[in-house]
Nanobody, 124 residues
Framework: QVQLVESGGGLVQAGGSLRLSCEAS????????MGWFRQAPGKEREFVAG????????FYAYSVKGRFTISRDNAKNTLYLQMNSLKPEDTAVYYC?????????????????WGQGTQVTVSS
């Protein structure tokens, strides 16, 4: 059984920063790619960032590239998302997810396991 628990969301002013964390249960965290997705009210869920099993490859949505950084600590079974230069359009519920394989992708249907989400609100 895989459990993913996000934390670190909150309210921040535009231009500010937040760091999201996602703690995973189980002993196979390091075998799989991980990703961050988000869903704003009235919008479909969208890919934000992904990272392969050992952190050697990261990939981002165009809208966050250069502002967000995904990373992982396999020793701590934890995934991170550092978000800088936040904009009001970044407001959403952010979800971490575990991919079905090690390389990862931006396709949400390839992520069988999801956390409950953490709210990020950016005020203008």
């Amino acid at each position: 059984q895989v459990q993913l628990v996000e934390s670190g969301g909150g309210l921040v002013q535009a231009g500010g920063s937040l760091r999201l964390s996602c703690e995973a249960s189980g002993r196979t965290f390091s075998d799989y790619a991980m990703g961050w997705f988000r869903q704003a009210p009235g919008k479909e869920r969208e890919f934000v960032a992904g990272i392969n099993w050992n952190g050697g490859n990261t990939f981002y949505a165009y809208s966050v590239k250069g502002r967000f950084t995904i990373s992982r600590d396999n020793a701590k079974n934890t995934l991170y998302l550092q978000m800088n230069s936040l904009k009001p359009e970044d407001t959403a519920v952010y979800y971490c997810a575990r991919h079905r394989a090690s390389p990862g992708s931006s396709l949400d249907y390839e992520y069988p396991w999801w956390g409950q989400g953490t709210q990020v609100t950016v005020s203008s």
